[in-house]
């Protein structure tokens, strides 16, 4: 057995649900011994069994997700997965993790629907799909989710954070009555209990810190 501990620069992280969602991606690979992944410094560490597991095996895996192996200039960032446009508008979509689904899926919807495909996310504003897979044309209708998608035209309210259900609407009311800017401020003026998963509660599977910030930004711009 030959055991190797690396540490790899992951980027897009901005949350312990970030961390926790590169975690799991890897978790299944034999040859895995420990992981642990930080989103304060956009990087994981892992001990593998190289007769099990090559390093690039490891990198190529992590690529698939959400978030991304930031490697050094002039080393190929392995086996990026290619995602394919809505095949209703044409549109660039972005891949988003199972779980999303199975938390956000109407009932009737969620029954019909085969979980084992690789699904995307439309972010068509004007496209009504919210989900879409190529391998069998399932395409699932935005009117099928239990919560709107913020970002698609004729959604009555505007949610930023799906964890803890903040819309812009709050959001500007902290900003502007509270001077509150901090992510961690706002959602504890709302919520005792605040909660950070975002790969099962929020329906683009992505952290929405970065989207707070945002929105923070473009209110205080028009103060």
């Known amino acids: 057995m030959a055991i190797k501990t690396i540490t790899l620069p992951i980027k897009g992280m901005s949350c312990s649900s970030c961390s926790r969602s590169v975690e ?21 560490q892992f001990t ?17 997700g959400h978030y991304k192996v930031d490697l050094p200039e002039g080393i190929a960032n392995a086996n990026v997965k290619e995602v394919p446009p809505c095949p209703t508008c044409g549109k ?33 504003p004007s496209c009504n ?18 919560r709107e998608l913020y970002f698609k035209e004729g959604t009555q309210r505007a949610i930023i954070c799906y964890c803890n259900n903040i819309d812009r609407d709050q959001i500007e009311t902290v900003v502007t009555q509270h001077h ?11 919520r005792n209990k605040v909660q ?3 790969e099962i509660l929020n329906p683009t599977g992505l952290c929405c810190r970065n989207l707070f910030e945002e929105v923070v930004e473009e209110i205080k711009s028009n103060l």
């Not at 690039?56 to 992590?62: A, P, V």
């Open 48 to 64: 593998i069994d190289e007769a099990k597991l090559s390093e690039q095996e490891l990198i190529s895996t992590i690529n698939q």
């Open 92 to 124: 660039p979509g972005a891949e988003v993790p199972n779980t999303v689904l199975r938390s956000n899926l109407k009932p009737n919807t969620y029954k019909k629907t085969i979980l084992e495909d690789d699904f995307n996310i439309c972010m068509n």
């Open 196 to 198: 950070e998963k975002c």
């Open 180 to 190: 509150i800017t901090d992510w961690d401020e706002a959602m504890g003026f709302y």
């Open 24 to 44: 799991k991606q890897v978790e299944h690979l034999e040859g895995v011994i420990s992981k642990s992944v930080n989103h304060a410094t956009d990087s994981g």
């Open 129 to 146: 799909v919210a989900y879409y897979t190529t391998k069998r044309n399932q395409l699932i209708d935005k009117s099928e989710l239990k």
